[in-house]
T-cell receptor, first 113, second 115 residues
Framework: GQQLNQSPQSMFIQEGEDVSMNCTSSSIFNTWLWYKQDPGEGPVLLIA?????ELTSNGRLTAQFGITRKDSFLNISASIPSDVGIYFCAGQLISSNTGKLIFGQGTTLQVKP | DARVTQTPRHKVTEMGQEVTMRCQPI?????VFWYRQTMMQGLELLAY????????DSGMPKDRFSAEMPDATLATLKIQPSEPRDSAVYFC?????????????FGPGTRLTVL
């Protein structure tokens, strides 16, 4: 089936550092979403992207929809301890109109105070 | 504050027992998704409904799993009989996808343990 390759799989960083993670695929997407999951909770939507090249910010988070429509990245600036969690990318294939999303395997972020 | 709600939050049961998980989607959302999350497989889509009709349940083991939407405010996922390998966190998500917007909003999940 279709896959999203999300990297890195995990990150352990110092508080205050910037973080970057990305998702790539061989398929073309018309939607990219980024979620964060805290322990014991469901994923929470952070940023939604709908146009190739689109760059969107949400506080210290910035995400971009790749110009080729096959990738997306998420940056977190000046990380803080509450940024800890699992970050997922998700996308809808351009060939789909059902709302079905494909999810990456997640990036686990740990922040050392 | 519109949220997806799921019950129960935790369920421990013995192998062979029936398990029913419930989800209340966000009011006005017309599409409901059921996911299963495990460490090994990540987030797997089991089934989803639009306007209460099943669109795709190909991700679901049909012999023991069933999903229904008896009305617009309730979706159910049932496992009968349950097996230890069904132990996972089950999430419900809802949305109103159209040609442009495809956001899904997740509930808190049901953590299922089958002994």
């Amino acid at each position: 089936g279709q896959q999203l390759n999300q990297s890195p799989q995990s990150m352990f960083i110092q508080e205050g550092e910037d973080v970057s993670m990305n998702c790539t695929s061989s398929s073309i997407f018309n939607t990219w979403l980024w979620y964060k999951q805290d322990p014991g909770e469901g994923p929470v939507l952070l940023i939604a992207l709908y146009k190739a090249g689109e760059l969107t910010s949400n506080g210290r988070l910035t995400a971009q929809f790749g110009i080729t429509r096959k990738d997306s990245f998420l940056n977190i600036s000046a990380s803080i301890p509450s940024d800890v969690g699992i970050y997922f990318c998700a996308g809808q294939l351009i060939s789909s109109n059902t709302g079905k999303l494909i999810f990456g395997q997640g990036t686990t972020l740990q922040v050392k105070p | 504050d519109a949220r997806v709600t799921q019950t129960p939050r935790h369920k421990v049961t013995e192998m062979g027992q029936e398990v029913t998980m419930r989800c209340q989607p966000i009011l006005g959302h017309n599409t409901v998704f059921w996911y299963r999350q495990t460490m090994m497989q990540g987030l797997e889509l089991l089934a989803y409904f639009r306007n209460r009709a099943p669109l795709d349940d190909s991700g679901m083991p049909k012999d023991r799993f069933s999903a229904e939407m008896p009305d617009a405010t309730l979706a159910t996922l049932k496992i009968q009989p349950s097996e230890p390998r069904d132990s996972a966190v089950y999430f419900c998500a809802s949305g109103s996808p159209d040609r442009i917007y495809n956001e899904q909003f997740f509930g808190p999940g049901t953590r299922l343990t089958v002994l």
